[in-house]
């Protein structure tokens, strides 16, 4: 008999090496909500953040939020729930001083985002860009990736789209970015990346909760970037260890990737995946994909 969801995980312990903080408003960050999902089924989560989300000042995204400011722009693009929180947080609270005009002449506007993400494009972010509620449209793709965000908002033929992406500190760029904007030219967009925050290393102790000695065995590790394994490989240099002594101490440890682009990822930087979402509009995707390959087990 298939096991209740809110059991699926049942006594597993699952490391993740998620974010746990957003880098601005808009709620609890990535890493909370994969570990509340992970308690709700039963499994004992094992937060290992390997990467931080840190804000900007307010300045690096307010010349884009001064009244009429995105009136050149067709289109707001989010590739991360951290983009729209750290937007959100410079929004301005005036009615009188709102980046996108409300007047019948002005041409209609997209915000975009992916999966579950589009959930902080609720009516409050809204009404706060724009108001006139007719001009604004949310476009949500059915495949959440950034590619599949390019095909959703079509042919640009010279139209700009902002872009709220991260600065990258202490890490390589993941190709994500540079790829969406890439796609975004190719299929005829005037892409502008504008600085929403930065996702940096935690640092050399963010392996420890895997290579103590007396750390309890995982059944599971759940990646959701290639950054987040980039920071897992320096951490593990730094305490002396690397990925094959790793998996040498745990052999049944499960790889988890949160969706194709992640597991591409993580098999660029070396690390063999056993599962993939995928379903990856949100994190249940990738927890139902664990808990299948436990019962096949």
Do not use: N
Not at 33 to 45: D, F, S, T
Not at 161 to 180: I, K, Q, S, T
Not at 238 to 251: E, I, N, T
Not at 260 to 279: Q, Y
């Amino acid at each position: 008999m298939a096991q209740p969801e809110a059991l699926s995980l049942a006594g597993r312990r699952v490391a993740f090496t998620t974010p746990q903080t957003t880098g601005g408003g808009g709620g609890e960050g990535y890493g909370g909500r994969l570990g509340a999902l992970l308690r709700q089924r039963g499994a004992h989560p094992l937060p290992v953040p390997t990467i931080a989300i840190r804000a900007h000042e307010p300045d690096r995204l307010r010349p884009y939020l001064l009244p009429g400011a995105l009136d050149p722009f067709a289109a707001l693009a989010f590739t991360s729930r951290s983009g729209i929180a750290a937007f959100s947080r410079v929004l301005p609270s005036s009615s009188a001083q709102l980046p996108l005009s409300g007047s019948a002449s002005a041409t209609p506007f997209t915000v975009a985002a992916l999966g579950s993400d589009a959930d902080l494009l609720d009516g409050a972010f809204l009404a706060r860009l724009c108001r006139d509620a007719g001009r604004v449209a949310v476009l949500v793709p059915d495949v959440p990736t950034p590619a599949g965000l390019v095909e959703a908002l079509g042919r640009g033929f010279g139209r700009r789209v902002l872009c709220p992406v991260p600065d990258v500190d202490g890490l390589r760029e993941p190709p994500v970015v540079p790829d969406f904007l890439a796609r975004l030219d190719a299929a005829g967009w005037a892409a502008e990346r504008a600085p929403a925050y930065t996702t940096c290393w935690v640092g050399p102790g963010c392996a420890e909760g895997l290579v103590a000695p007396d750390a309890a065995a995982p059944d599971a590790i759940v990646f959701t970037s290639s950054a987040e394994v980039e920071g897992l490989l320096k951490g593990l240099d730094a305490a002396g260890w690397s990925w094959p002594r790793l998996r040498a101490r745990w052999p049944d440890m499960v790889v988890a990737a949160h969706g194709p682009v992640t597991a591409e990822g993580v098999r660029r930087l070396g690390i063999e995946v056993d599962v993939v979402s995928s379903r990856f509009s949100s994190f249940h995707g990738v927890l139902d994909a664990l808990a299948a390959a436990f019962c096949s087990q």
